[in-house]
């Protein structure tokens, strides 16, 4: 049964940094986009980055890039978002989320929404404030 967890939330202060992890079991990474999502209350819960399988395409939602890098480590199944000069208005519940593709295009990977991913993780909470 493929699983993701997240870790490495916590509490930062405005322009502080924190580098989320999400460690995968029970699936191939390389055939899987994966994706971050975050969730802040009372808020729709929002695509924030991808990263897809065999390639390795990136794309990232306009409000974090330049702030926002995805990556992966294929050797211990698991992908990381490190997120730098962090802002009030990033705290929510970040969530990782897989979906099954293979694909060999190069082009940025695309941002799903949420009802189109096939497996989730848990979430880990980011909060940043003063």
């Known amino acids: 049964q493929p699983q993701l967890v997240e870790s490495g939330g916590g509490v930062v202060k405005p322009g502080g940094s924190l580098r989320l992890s999400c460690t995968t079991s029970?699936?191939?990474?390389?055939?899987?986009?994966i994706t971050w999502f975050r969730q802040a209350p009372g808020k729709e819960r929002e695509g924030v980055s991808c990263?897809?399988?065999?390639?390795?395409?990136?794309n990232y939602v306009d409000s974090v890039k330049g702030r926002f890098t995805i990556s992966r480590d294929n050797a211990k199944n698991t992908v990381y978002l490190e997120m730098n000069s962090l802002k009030p208005e990033d705290t929510a519940v970040y969530y990782c989320?897989?979906?099954?593709?293979?694909?060999?295009?190069?082009?940025?990977?695309?941002?799903?929404?949420?009802?189109?991913?096939?497996?989730w993780g848990k979430g880990t909470l980011v909060t940043v404030s003063p």
């Open positions: 989320a897989a979906k099954f593709m293979i694909s060999t295009v190069q082009s940025p990977c695309v941002i799903r929404r949420p009802d189109h991913m096939d497996y």
């Open positions: 990263i897809s399988g065999l390639v390795r395409s990136t």
């Open positions: 029970g699936f191939t990474l390389d055939h899987y986009l």
